[in-house]
Nanobody, 124 residues
Framework: QVQLVESGGGLVQAGGSLRLSCAAS????????MGWFRQAPGKEREFVAR????????DYAASMKGRFTISRDNAKNTVYLQMSSLKPEDTAVYYC?????????????????WGQGTQVTVSS
């Protein structure tokens, strides 16, 4: 069983930055692929970024590339999402998720554990 707890969400003006954190339980964190997803009201959950267990592979959705950075600190069992140049359309609940795969997919269905989500609101 893996428990994930996100933090770092909040209200920010357009153009601002936020760093989300996701703390994970478990002794084998470095073997899990991790992903960030987001869901806006009335929309489906969408892929944001993913990172391999070692941190050596990273991937981003096209609209986040160059603005968001995913990273992880396996010593702290934590994955991060640094978000900059935020836009109002980035407003959503952001979720972190873990998968038994070393480098998870872009689709949410193969992620085994999810955090409770953290709200990010970007004002114009």
């Amino acid at each position: 069983q893996v428990q994930l707890v996100e933090s770092g969400g909040g209200l920010v003006q357009a153009g601002g930055s936020l760093r989300l954190s996701c703390a994970a339980s478990g002794r084998t964190f470095s073997t899990y692929g991790m992903g960030w997803f987001r869901q806006a009201p009335g929309k489906e959950r969408e892929f944001v970024a993913r990172i391999s267990g070692s941190g050596g592979m990273r991937d981003y959705a096209a609209s986040m590339k160059g603005r968001f950075t995913i990273s992880r600190d396996n010593a702290k069992n934590t994955v991060y999402l640094q978000m900059s140049s935020l836009k109002p359309e980035d407003t959503a609940v952001y979720y972190c998720a873990s998968t038994y795969e070393t480098f998870g997919p872009r689709t949410p269905d193969r992620y085994n554990y999810w955090g409770q989500g953290t709200q990010v609101t970007v004002s114009s």
